[in-house]
């Protein structure tokens, strides 16, 4: 066999072109593979927001523990706080805060004591830590998110880390001392 011969076949420019072009398709197959879902999950469907509110049974939360549920397919925060974390939150002025809002403005008017709250961090994401027994509340007794440090106090309010603002509040009525429904 001529060695030239093997030797242009495999430096033959339309075949290396289409190897190229194979591996280019594979990959950009791939990546929208991957950014679909992702994009479907970012932009909740006409369903999913029209979907009936969650009921919540809140009878069995003692003061100081918190529970996670879901609210239209998000992680919800629900959590009875004590006399103290409630004072903990009072306590701090608005002026020190990076998204100012109070605890009365974050919970309903006589039962400050019920933070209702996404389990979402407003930075990318997460699932903050907090919500379950014997989780870490980060510095400010409230939430922490893992992610990259962000720490909200114990009215869910962004207090150190990369997050801009507090977790969010969804609307939510009491049904009676025992059931919320959120939504
Ligand atoms: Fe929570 Fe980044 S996603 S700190």
């Not at 420019?13 to 990959?27: K, L, M, Q, Y």
């Not at 629900?78 to 903990?88: C, F, G, S």
């Not at 922490?144 to 977790?167: E, K």
């Amino acid at each position: 066999e001529d060695p030239a011969l093997l030797h242009e076949e495999v430096h033959d420019p339309r075949r290396r072109d289409f190897i190229n072009i194979a591996a280019v398709s594979f990959a950009g197959v791939g990546a929208i593979a991957i950014v679909l879902p992702l994009v479907n999950q970012m932009n909740p469907s006409a369903d999913v927001l029209a979907q009936a509110s969650t009921e919540i049974d809140i009878s069995k939360i003692a003061p100081g523990q918190a529970i996670k549920s879901s609210f239209r397919k998000q992680p919800l925060f629900v959590r009875n706080l004590t006399p103290a974390e409630i004072a903990a939150a009072d306590a701090v002025s608005l002026n020190e805060l990076r998204d100012p809002q109070s605890l009365e403005e974050r919970t309903k008017a006589g039962k400050k004591n019920w933070l209702i709250t996404l389990g979402v961090c407003t930075h990318l994401g997460c699932v903050p830590l907090g919500a379950g027994e014997g989780e870490n509340k980060g510095p400010f007794g409230g939430y922490f998110c893992p992610c990259h440090g962000s720490a909200y106090d114990t009215a869910g309010r962004i207090r150190q880390g990369p997050a801009p603002t507090n977790l969010h509040v969804p609307e939510y009525t009491f049904n009676s001392d025992t059931v919320v429904t959120v939504g």
